[in-house]
Structure formats: C-alpha cells, structure tokens
C-alpha cells in the first residue's frame, strides 16, 4: 500500500498567523514551505494600484503570481465576481496543489477565500490584509463566503486560511475613518479579554501610532481572536462573544444605510458596543466608571450617532432580522459583566433595550 | 461564560450511515434526533415523479418538508442549478439550523450536499440515495460539488452528510443498465477489500438480487468505502485506491462521449477495471486467473467497448488530462498485486499502457 502524505492544508482550529512589518519575506517563507504547484494574486481594483506594485518589489512569490483583479467594494462580493474567480484559476492552470494569495480588505479575503476554499475542493490560500478592520477580523478566523440575495455572506464556508500575514505596512493608505473603523474591532478584543488591554487601547490614539507599535497592538488583539476562534471555530457557542456590539451595530449601520448616509462598519460597533455596555451595566451590574470611559472615548474619537426615539421601532425590527434571533421578542446579545467577563446567549427584552437606547442617548448627548 | 453547545455537525472522518429497507423510518429518526428548524427536501425531476411521493407517505419529515426541484441529468449539475438551489432556500426562510434531505442519484447527493455545505456556511443535510450508483459511491464519502467550465466536479467541498440512508427500496425504478453501472463499483470495492468479498459479488447477478439480499451486498461494499475516506477523507493518499479502473474507465468514456454513443460511467469503470488490472498483472504479478475470470464476467454483463490501436493516441491524451496527473509522461494509477493488495501512486509509462490496451482488446475478442 502507497504511503499517505501528510495532510497540507490545516484544520479549522490550527491558524498560522504570522506578525511581521517584513510581508515580502513572510509571503516568500511561506511559498517555499507549502511549494505549490502554481501561483495567483487576487487583488481589488484599490490594492492593484496601491498595495500591488509595493508588494510585488520586495517579494519573489507575488511577483510571479498570476494577477486576477477584482472590483473594489462590498457590492461586488457576489456570485458574479465568485465565478469570474474561479474561471480565471480555471483558466490559468490552477490546480488543487496552487496557492492563492489574497491581498486586499475583508471583500478581498472573504471572496478569495471561498473562491480557494471550493474550487477542486480546496487549494491552498494565504492573506495578507491591508487594512486594520482586514488584519483584525476577517483575514483571521476562517469565516470565508459573499453576499448572496441581499443578505450579507448567505454564500460561505468555513475555512482557515493556509496563513494570515498581520502587518501595518500598507495602513498609510487608509484614511482617518478606516483606521478608526478597524480600531473599534480592536477595542472590542480588548473588552473581551482584559482591563489591561482595553486599557492600552483607549489610552493610545490610533492616528498618532507607528508602525512598530502598531503590530504590537494587533498581535495583541489579534491573538484574543484567534484564542476565541480556535475554541469554537464553527460558531456553536463562545465565537458568539465576538459578536459583542453587533446586534445593535448592525441596526445602527442599517439605519445610516436607510437614512442614505452611511457609516463605518467600525463606526457602527463602536456605538453597538456603548448601548450593549448599558445593557451589560442594567442586567449584570458592568462597572459604571468604565462605562462612562468608554462613553468618553467614544465621543472623542467616533463623534456621536444621531438618532431619536422615533427611530426605536425600526431598531428593534433590524434586530430581530439578525440570523442569530429566533423570535423579535427575544434578541439574543453577548454581554460583560466586568471588562474580560464574558456572558453570551443573553435574551433582552424589547423594553430594556428601549431604555439603553435612551441611556445612550445621553451619553452620546443628543 | 455560556455554554458551549455541542457540535452538529460531524467531523469529515465520522460519516453517519444507515442500511435498512425501513427508508421513512430511518429519515424520521435521524430528524428527530437533529431537530431542525425547517426542513427541505430536493429531488430531479425524475425522482419528483418516481421516488418523492412514495417516500413522503412513509416518512412524515418528508411529507412536510418544503420541496426544491432541480432537472435531472449531470449537464445541470451545474453554478445555475445550484444558485436556484440557494436562492429557494433563502427565500424559504432556511438557517444554518435548517435541514435538506436530497434524494436521488449522484447529481442530486454531490450539488445538494455542496448546496447544504455553503448555506449559511453550513447547514445540515442526509442523503437518501435511490440509484445503485449513488448508494455505493456518490452518496457517501463527503465530496460535494458542481462541474463548472466543462469540468466535472471542478467547484465543490469535503463534507459528510449527516447522515446517509442506503438501501434498495428504490431499486425498482432503474433500468438494466442502472443497475449493472452501479454494480461495477460495488466490484470495485471488492478487488480492493478481498477475494471472499469479489467473488461474492461475481457469483452474484445483479438482475436475480432480491431486495434484502440487495442490502447485505451494498452495507458490505459500502462500508469499504468508508473504511477508506475515514482513514483520508480530503483525499491525500489511501483515498486515491478508489480510483481504480477511473484512470483508464474516464479515457474510455469521454472517447465514447466523442464518438456520440455515450456508455454508463459503471461500464467504463468495469471496462478500466480490466485494462487496469492487466497493467497490475504486467507490474506487479496480479495473478493470471483472476484477470482471466474478471475478463470473463465482463464480457457477459457488460458485453464489450468495441476501439482500436488508432483510438491509442486519444486514449493517453484523456488519461493524461486527468487532474491527478502532473505531467503526459508519467500517468497515476492505483493498482493491485493481488485482490485486496492495494498499490497507489503507480507510475506506467505510455509504452506499457499501449500493450495492456492490445491485451484489454484481446480479452475482450475485439
């Protein structure tokens, strides 16, 4: 009987995730370990001009990849661009022993993950995420899928990346917002493990920090994920903590999509978070000092969300679409009971969120 | 913390089977102990009309499940069909908690599965094959998928069902031709396992098997398969043993596919068989009177696949296209030493594969 090899491709709890600002050195270590048979690129239209050529001058592997580019922007992680993917590794000779090097935001790794994930029943796929909201939450934790019939990521797999290269290299090309935007996913790691690190977090300004203090705070955040995603990668129960400022995020950024003004996803959860904080300090007795901390920092750096009482039913009604709901009279949260507490699988009743959101409103003074 | 909920989804390696002629009482068992939240059944337009009222009488699941079909025949094993298959059960109201029951052949279990696999990214799904085919090979093993740019199986995932019911109860509604196709994989498992369980199955004919007889034939050829994807269910090395007789079998049927007189895929399979066992008897001594006793029970239930030393050259091109081969010079084949003695990863050089096609001709009398 033949030998069997030794399987290539990791388990759904074994994530490589490598730190470095060194991302040509890393990519290239990294081909010469799984040493596929062929090698892509998939960027957007964004990552082609801007991250692209930077990537390519310092690594061997991306600079012989072949180029498949993507439109740019969250309505074209569709089926459309899924199949335009797989035709062109079709196309090109890809096998199930190539590899795909996704480069780009959380559309890029999402659909280039899925695209590697499926096509001949997986091939190999590595990501190297060029944004903050990027390195923190998507490249990381194998989530993998496109929006399909209007609903976010129906369409999807779980799948880990082969590895995920975590760099700060590329943030000078994000504005103010998206780096905001992906600091709030960090704050949220830091409020799931530690007063120590949220701490840190919200003592430091995201838009005054190097690059080499930079990865310090992502491998530090990042590594909470990874902790959290390693334990339940298929979402039956703890992964549910990262969902912590979500359920109401979610609603506030539908109601900005509605009003015809949107907001930053991280924008979003930022305030998700301060309400989901109310409801943590009125049902599980969340420190106050640290809520109006937090409060504080949200002013200061996310200014405030606008809304009124009028807007409430409408809130509640986004709520209750989220697929993790039941029923509309029992919204499903992830709570605190002190900042590193976790308690998921908390039911709110519609009442109480009411009167959080008033308790946000003060807050946020409006 | 909350409670971490158990996994419902077994692993690739822990495939759930069932063997009983009770189908309807099988299915509403399975379905009680998963409890899904909503259940859909997909069907072809055959097993529509042929299977799915009988088995919705004798299986209440089945009678309430919310029904999808799909048009029967592998040119719709395709991106289109299974969109279909996403978008009705999105528009549903299926979740990750949902179930999908596919019944019918091989296009039903391989995009239905792969339809259940990338909902929501994974939601459940059981296999109720009704063809031979399906019940020994298709239905079971976890490969899910869809052709996609003239490629069989070029899109898909690794996913077990959940469970998989096999048995003969729907034999009734296959043709001569069905069941010998099927049959010929059964064989297969036999020249893999052992000579007790090979001549079981060539004494046996396969148009005078009773229905439980049927059973006890089809538990002991499938759980060979089993035996084999548990130990490599991603396909790395052992798993490749059940491509015996594909290498050859494939060349065979796409050079009948190209001449415009189709042949079942079991018949190309039981016709690779026997070119390959003569590779496996020039090789590595596969004995003489077993190839000769092979070669006999092909020609009575299979009649013979009439070709000539000038189809050799398109022969060798459709192996070497094969997507396990890396190169035209060197095709992959999985072998025998003797019946039960499995060789994979055997390397035959053109010069070799061209006198066991002269011998293949000779035994067959053409």
Redesign the interface.
Known sequence: ?????????HQPSDQNIIFTNNVGEAIDSIVGEIKP?KLFVLVDTNTDVLVLPRLAAISKAVESATKIVIKAGDEHKD?DTL?QV??QL??NGA??ESMLINVGGGVVTDLGG?AA??????MAFINIPTTLLGAVDAAVGG???IN??N?K??????RQADAVVISATFFDTLSQHDLRSGYAEMIKHGLLESPEVFNRLIDSDVADIDTNAMLNLLQESVLVKKRIVD??P?E???R??LNLGHTIGHAYETLALERHSPIPHGYAVAYGMLTELVISHMQLGFPSDTLQRYAKYVAESYSSFNFSCEDYPNLLAYMAHD?KN?SPERINFTLLEQVG?????CIVGQQDIKTALDITRDLMGI
């Not at 994930?117 to 997986?122: E, M, Q, Y």
């Not at 507490?341 to 699988?345: A, F, Q, S, Y």
């Open positions: 009987m033949g030998n069997v090899n030794s399987a290539k491709h048979s089926l199949a797989w035709s079709s196309e096998t199930r899925f994930a499926t096509f001949k029943r997986g989530k993998t899928g399909f019939n609903i990521n129906q369409i999807g797999a779980f334990a339940d298929t039956k129960g703890l549910r903590a697929k039941a507490k976790i308690k998921i699988d």
